[in-house]
T-cell receptor, first 116, second 113 residues
Framework: NAGVTQTPKFQVLKTGQSMTLQCAQDMNHEYMSWYRQDPGMGLRLIHYSVGAGITDQGEVPNGYNVSRSTTEDFPLRLLSAAPSQTSVYFC???????????????FGQGTRLTVV | GENVEQHPSTLSVQEGDSAVIKCTYSDSASNYFPWYKQELGKGPQLIIDIRSNVGEKKDQRIAVTLNKTAKHFSLHITETQPEDSAVYFCAATPPTGGFKTIFGAGTRLFVKA
């Protein structure tokens, strides 16, 4: 089991560029999510998905798009990168997004994104 | 919505001492409280959790306590070791689901040998 795999690990973008952060899990988890981690602010939820074909916004969704065409993959798209999107991004998956007792989140190793 | 505050933001202890990290939450309906450890260059990993019907839970050198009345919970690490150095996050999850989980801002723990 690879768990949750994120690519790339590091990325530098110019303002206005677009890109996709990839996330894949091999645990057959229904629930997947994207967080951004900023100093002093913990982990903030960007978008999440409770199953293939279903996505919804989290706390800080502006400037990001997601899709969930398969159970395994949950890519995060930056439409037009801005310096405010400089952050570390984590993808996570859980067995069940609804049952709080089955919500242990398994995180990827993160993508460090810098927008200049 | 839920709000989770975590203190301190930085904690430095000598090897062998105990470390305590405290969190408070605002939504009295929250019923699941996980703690995650993030080592340098890695994603957070669950180390212990507690449900709202339990007051304390232990796993070797780590323990978590929950006071539902006061809406606060704490992580206790005894006999700290250098490998305990990491960032620790608390979180609170309401009955509506994991996508409502709110994380604290994190505590950077340094264990000095």
């Amino acid at each position: 089991n690879a768990g949750v795999t994120q690519t790339p690990k590091f990325q530098v973008l110019k303002t206005g560029q677009s890109m996709t952060l990839q996330c894949a899990q091999d645990m057959n988890h229904e629930y997947m999510s994207w967080y951004r981690q900023d100093p002093g602010m913990g982990l903030r939820l960007i978008h999440y998905s409770v199953g293939a074909g279903i996505t919804d916004q989290g706390e800080v969704p502006n400037g990001y798009n997601v899709s969930r065409s398969t159970t395994e993959d949950f890519p995060l798209r930056l439409l037009s990168a801005a310096p405010s999107q400089t952050s570390v991004y984590f993808c996570a998956s859980s067995y069940d997004g609804f049952d709080p007792l089955n919500t242990e989140a398994f995180f990827g190793q993160g993508t460090r994104l810098t927008v200049v | 919505g839920e709000n989770v505050e975590q203190h301190p933001s930085t904690l430095s202890v000598q090897e062998g001492d105990s470390a305590v990290i405290k969190c408070t939450y605002s939504d009295s309906a929250s019923n699941y409280f996980p703690w995650y450890k993030q080592e340098l260059g890695k994603g957070p990993q669950l180390i212990i959790d507690i449900r709202s019907n339990v007051g304390e839970k232990k796993d070797q050198r780590i323990a978590v306590t929950l006071n539902k009345t006061a809406k606060h919970f704490s992580l206790h690490i005894t006999e700290t070791q250098p490998e305990d150095s990491a960032v620790y996050f608390c979180a609170a999850t309401p009955p509506t689901g994991g996508f409502k989980t709110i994380f604290g801002a994190g505590t950077r723990l340094f264990v000095k040998a």
